[in-house]
């Protein structure tokens, strides 16, 4: 079964310019959740959908944004880039049960903003 | 809202050593509380996770951990410290229930020395 997929791996960006990373989830789940990782940073909590909705956003400006498709694959939308969005992007998904959230992780997508 | 505390943002050991990491919870509610591991350049892969059954959780590669209500911790331990186990470690905590955010402690990377 393949798990969460991520594309690009790595992107090079100019600042002010837009980047777009797309992730898809394990089959059968309905939740994506993105993550973005800092260098010093840790782990930054950005977006979860669930449904096609947007459940819950992270302390991040509008110009992060993203949306899910009907086949609950995501994209996250970076706009207006800055120097410091320069991170590792990980996406996750999870199927919710009441046996709690467990969310599984891609291999992430490189942002380099140059 | 939930939180967890990592102690120690890095942490040496000896090659056979124990390993032992530790991570305390803040909750309102009895929790879920997962560790991951995060290999250079990877995503996060989940270690264990404990969802209010056995207190005790064993995980995979050896590692396990311990719920203990009365000290709010979840400390992960691994009896014999594996060169293959440098790594950076996540704790994270989720309420039970449904849309329940995942929240991450800041992590502990852990070196073994030869």
């Known amino acids: 079964e393949a798990g969460v997929t991520q594309s690009p791996t790595h992107l090079i960006k100019t600042r002010g310019q837009q980047a777009t990373l797309r992730c898809s989830p394990i089959s059968g789940h309905t939740s994506v959740y993105w993550y973005q990782q800092a260098l010093g940073l840790g782990l930054q909590f950005l977006l979860w959908?669930?449904?096609?909705?947007?459940?819950n956003r992270g302390n991040f400006p509008p110009r992060f944004s993203g949306r899910q498709f009907p086949n609950y694959s995501s994209e996250l939308n970076v706009n207006a880039l800055e120097l410091e969005d320069s991170a590792l992007y990980l996406c996750?998904?999870?199927?919710?049960?009441?046996?709690?959230?467990?969310?599984?992780f891609g291999e992430g997508s490189w942002l380099t903003v140059v | 809202a939930q939180s967890v505390t990592q102690l120690g943002s890095h942490v040496s050991v000896s090659e056979g050593a124990l390993v032992l990491l530790r991570c305390n919870y803040s909750?309102?509610?009895?929790?879920?509380l997962f560790w991951y591991v995060q290999y250079p350049n990877q995503g996060l892969q989940l270690l264990l996770k404990y969802t209010s059954a056995a207190t005790l959780v064993k995980g995979i590669n050896g590692f396990e951990a311990e719920f203990k209500k009365s000290e709010t911790s979840f400390h992960l331990t691994k009896p014999s410290a594996h060169m293959s186990d440098a790594a950076e470690y996540f704790c994270a905590v989720s309420d039970q229930g449904g849309y329940q955010k995942v929240t991450f402690g800041t992590g502990t990377k852990l070196q073994v020395i030869p």
């Open positions: 959908y669930d449904e096609g909705e947007e459940r």
């Open positions: 909750s309102s509610v009895p929790p879920y």
């Open positions: 996750a998904s999870s199927f919710l049960t009441g046996a709690g959230n467990t969310i599984y």
